[in-house]
């Protein structure tokens, strides 16, 4: 061994050593120890299940599709007619929510479930598997929802991708990932189900309007939808904080995660809101 050699040794060494001191290492152990402890092992053979990371470089990828490549790929062409695409698109986007929303209320509804404190059944009883099934469709169709922003990109409608439409877009899939892949079911399964009847409204709107100005001048409950949207986010909220309260030996992390992402969404929903309903129309009276 030469002497350069070793110098290339005892440098790889010290590299090593570092990450081993470091919060690196700390933060290695803890992701291990959690994905190989807790992790619902029902869920180990359901697509991109088995890490976290390629959902973290989907929602990578989307955020720059949108807002870098997408645009630049635009620049200089025209508009593209898509029409008939967002109405099939929308139209079956309607069908899936809805039937999300009827799954959860024969679960969550008209089933047997406690509205204060839900535990999470962690066995192979098909009411179970059913919540966990419903869990994980629940995050495959935030990457379904993600099409929206590319019909915006391909019709250059860059206005509407706008910081909360792209944040709730890329986050989604990375937040509700936990929930399939830790918590299948139980208390934590009330949001998908709410979220699913709001977007079963929310898409029956864009369905309508992708039919033409003639269908679109008569809805007029456009405003309407974000307030449903805010009105979703106290809902859960309030329902979220119930296992604080009552104990069913439901994980407590998780609730406090759920409050805490439904007061952001809150607050950026309610921003928009002012700026596109209220602050607007006091521009229009004052001119």
């Excluded at 099409?147 to 391909?154: G, T």
């Excluded at 809101?273 to 229009?284: Q, R």
Aim: net charge positive; aromatic share 22%.
């Amino acid at each position: 061994m030469s002497l350069e050699d070793g110098y290339y040794e005892a440098d790889f060494k010290q590299v090593n050593d570092f990450f081993l001191r470091t919060p690196f290492k700390w933060f290695i152990d803890k992701y291990t120890y959690l994905m190989t402890n807790y992790r619902d092992k029902r869920a180990d053979n359901f697509f991109l299940m088995s890490s976290v990371w390629p959902t973290v470089g989907i929602c990578l990828m989307y955020v720059i599709l949108v807002k870098v490549i997408g645009p630049r790929f635009m620049r200089d062409r025209k508009p593209y007619n898509v029409k008939n695409v967002m109405i099939v698109y929308n139209l079956l986007q309607t069908v899936f929510a809805a039937w999300g929303f009827s799954q959860g209320w024969s679960f969550y509804v008209s089933g047997d479930y406690s509205w204060t404190c839900q535990p999470i059944d962690y066995s192979n009883d098909p009411e179970a598997l059913r919540a966990l099934d419903l869990a994980w469709f629940f995050y495959m169709s935030k990457f379904i929802d993600m099409i929206d922003s590319v019909f915006f990109v391909l019709m250059k409608k860059f206005s509407h991708l706008s910081f909360l439409h792209v944040f709730h877009h890329g986050i989604m899939p990375l937040q509700t990932w936990w929930g399939p892949r830790f918590v299948g079911g139980g208390h934590s399964g009330f949001p998908a189900f709410f979220n699913s009847g709001v977007h079963t409204v929310m898409y029956l709107y864009y369905l309508l309007a992708a039919m033409g100005p003639e269908v679109k001048k008569h809805l007029w409950w456009k405003r309407y939808l974000t307030t449903l949207q805010m009105v979703q986010f106290v809902c859960v909220f309030v329902h979220a904080l119930q296992p604080l309260y009552f104990d069913c030996d439901y994980p407590k992390i998780v609730p406090k995660l759920i409050a805490i992402n439904t007061i952001i969404f809150f607050v950026l929903f309610a921003n928009f809101y002012f700026i596109a309903y209220i602050k607007k129309k006091s521009e229009k009276k004052i001119k």
